[in-house]
């Protein structure tokens, strides 16, 4: 056991402990557990979204591709990056205005249906659960790799701790766990990315020469195509990354934590600089772990390649170095599956629990105390699944919950605010499809299949796509529109001009 390493992850999380405890007394209130009573300036806000959005999967999974496949990898990194685009243009600012806890606020704001936020429910904790098995398979190698404990007692560990700063926190908790990651994590990323730059001579020339002969793959490493031989498989992968984001549950009730629609749009400014700085820093992390570090010691330690970054830091910086960076990837997973179990946690409990079982009847404390008990409930559900993943790559994993929510969540979204015929039926309709598509897709892909053995089950694949974007997601809009279409229903045509005028002002009574 690295004695350093282990010091340096008790620190990270009695911190994490100390600012849960903190939290727990502000937290009296369902507006307090949900959305740290929407307390949160611009910029606070603003690095929460980037600590949330920086996950296993782009300091792990990315450095990981990126060092193994070259070009391809770096797809990962454009794609989630260019994401925000969508988020800062479309969506940010009418969720706000929209929303008050919940993605499924919003879209009932204009169809008070209980199936509609049911269904809006199960979408929200599908892809939270989806999200958080990349997390867990990510914290799982890393601490195996550092500690020598079992991957199964390193899911269990990381488990616990996310479950104790929701439910004793609420986003209180998450929002300041995310800020100080986010801080560690560009400095760790900063530090090594200097130090590879330094090693090129601060040439980007002399780096991408030397790349040329540094991998097996010889000059190929540079161009596209290593990893993604299928043309419709790498364009399938970008629509899910650029549209997915803006369908992701735990980013959207990110912007419930800030007081109007102008700080969301603020904060989604602050989120995009910093998450563009660290995707840069990703090419540096995977050019520099397949220099220094070495195809086949990065395959060994992981054959997904995700313990790339922290063997790169101890190649570059020895043992501190590496106990650094592997305790902010830690710091890293938590903050992450902490949002990640909270949006899950509180589609339960507000719209499912709340809003149908109790008919908008439920007290505040009944409510917190349905919140906390589906905390424990999503996190078992996610350390279980977990369990059988781990041979999968997480930038992967994060890829196919994209590819669900861009498929079962942004049709509607983007209908709701945009399309006067959109109707209850094809709300309903738009979601199940979106959803169903996307996981019988990836159900008979190769994630699934494989003749070898190098996926979790033996066999044949029905389809060649890695990625089930391309297919799902235009599903998700034709199940929507279909769906409207053929219902009978007519919505009322002077609640949609409601809707289009507090999406886009924040007025909620269009006579004022």
Request: glycine letters at 8%; zero cysteines.
């Amino acid at each position: 056991m690295n004695t350093l390493a282990f010091t340096l992850f008790l620190l990270i999380v009695g911190l994490t402990l100390v600012i849960t405890y903190y939290a727990s007394k502000r937290t009296k209130t369902t507006s307090d557990f949900y959305t740290a009573d929407s307390s949160l300036t611009g910029w606070q806000n603003g690095l929460a979204i980037a600590g949330d959005y920086m996950s296993a999967a782009s300091f792990l999974g990315i450095a990981g591709m990126v060092a193994l496949s070259g070009f391809d990898g770096f797809f990962y990194s454009i794609g989630f990056l260019v994401a925000y685009l969508v988020v800062l243009y479309i969506v940010a600012e009418p969720l706000r205005n929209l929303g008050k806890y919940t993605m499924a606020d919003m879209i009932a704001a204009r169809f008070d249906d209980k199936k509609v936020r049911g269904v809006a429910a199960l979408n929200t904790i599908t892809i939270s659960i989806f999200y958080m098995i990349a997390q867990l398979v990510g914290a799982g190698g890393l601490i195996h790799l550092l500690l020598g404990i079992d991957y199964v007692y390193s899911v269990l560990i990381v488990g616990v701790l996310m479950t104790v700063y929701v439910v004793f926190g609420g986003m209180t908790a998450t929002s300041w766990v995310q800020i100080v990651k986010a801080m560690l994590l560009m400095i760790g990323t900063f530090i090594i990315s200097v130090i590879v730059f330094a090693k090129f001579d601060f040439s980007v020339m002399n780096m991408f020469t030397q790349m040329k002969s540094a991998t097996p793959l010889g000059e190929a490493y540079l161009n596209p195509g290593n990893k993604f031989t299928n043309p419709l498989d790498n364009i399938s992968l970008n629509l899910a990354l650029i549209l997915g984001t803006a369908g992701l549950p735990h980013i959207l009730i990110r912007f419930f934590t800030v007081k109007d629609a102008i700080t969301a749009r603020k904060s989604v400014v602050y989120a995009t600089w910093i998450i563009g700085a660290f995707y840069v820093m990703t090419i540096f992390l995977g050019f520099g772990a397949a220099a220094f570090v070495g195809y086949d010691e990065i395959v060994a330690a992981n054959a997904a390649g995700n313990m790339a970054a922290p063997l790169l830091a101890k190649a570059l910086g020895g043992d501190f170095l590496f106990a650094f960076v592997s305790a902010v990837a830690f710091a890293t997973i938590l903050a992450v599956v902490a949002g990640l179990v909270l949006s899950g946690a509180s589609a339960f409990a507000h719209d499912f629990y709340s809003h149908i079982v109790r008919r908008g009847q439920a007290t505040e404390k009944e409510q917190i105390v349905a919140a906390r008990w589906a905390s424990i409930g999503v996190a078992i559900m996610s350390i279980l699944l977990a369990l059988f993943a781990q041979k999968l790559n997480v930038a992967f994993l994060v890829a196919l919950a994209f590819a669900v929510a861009a498929s079962a969540n942004l049709p509607i979204i983007l209908l709701t605010i945009f399309w006067k015929r959109f109707n209850t039926a094809g709300a309903i309709s738009g979601m199940l499809v979106g959803l169903f598509s996307s996981i019988f897709l990836v159900i008979i892909s190769p994630n699934i299949w494989s003749p070898e053995g190098a996926a979790i089950l033996v066999g044949e694949p029905l389809i060649s796509l890695t990625n089930p974007g391309i297919i799902s997601i235009p599903l998700g809009f034709i199940g929507a529109i279909v769906g409207t279409l053929l219902s009978s229903k007519k919505e009322d045509a002077k609640k949609f001009d409601e809707i289009l005028v507090k999406a886009n002002t924040g007025i909620h009574n269009i006579s004022q």
